[in-house]
Nanobody
C-alpha cells in the first residue's frame, strides 16, 4: 500500500502564489525521486519539476525561475512553491514518485489562475 496525497491547489489571480504539498505514505523503505506533473484540458501531461533522493532538481523551461521544488529532509514529502503564476499554469497538478521501478501517482490538485 502506497499512497500519495496532494494539497494546496486553488484559485489565484495572475501574479499570485501557491504552495503545493505531496506526502507519500505506506510501505516505503527508501527516499525516492519525486516529480510534479500537470495536465491542462486538451493537453498531454507534462513534467513540471523533479527532485532526486539527494536533492538535485530539474524544471520545465516554462516554469524555471518561477517554481521551486523541495523535499522535507529524509522524507518522501515534496513541495512546489509556485510564484508569478500565469493563466497558462492552470492545470491539474499531480505528484509522482518512482519506487522499485514503478510510478505512483496522487489524485491531483486543481490550480486555476484567473482574474
Amino acid at each position: 500500500q502506497v499512497q500519495l496525497v496532494e494539497s494546496g491547489g486553488g484559485l489565484v489571480q495572475p501574479g499570485g502564489s501557491l504552495r503545493l504539498s505531496c506526502a507519500a505514505s505506506g510501505r516505503i523503505f527508501s527516499i525516492n525521486p519525486m516529480n510534479w506533473y500537470r495536465q491542462a484540458p486538451g493537453k498531454q501531461r507534462e513534467l513540471v519539476a523533479g527532485i532526486t533522493s539527494v536533492g538535485s532538481t530539474n524544471y520545465a523551461d516554462s516554469v524555471k525561475s518561477r517554481f521551486t521544488i523541495s523535499r522535507a529532509n529524509a522524507k518522501n514529502t515534496v513541495y512546489l512553491q509556485m510564484n508569478s503564476l500565469k493563466p497558462e499554469d492552470t492545470a491539474v497538478y499531480y505528484c509522482n514518485m518512482i519506487y522499485q521501478w514503478r510510478d505512483y501517482w496522487g489524485q491531483g490538485t486543481q490550480v486555476t489562475v484567473s482574474s
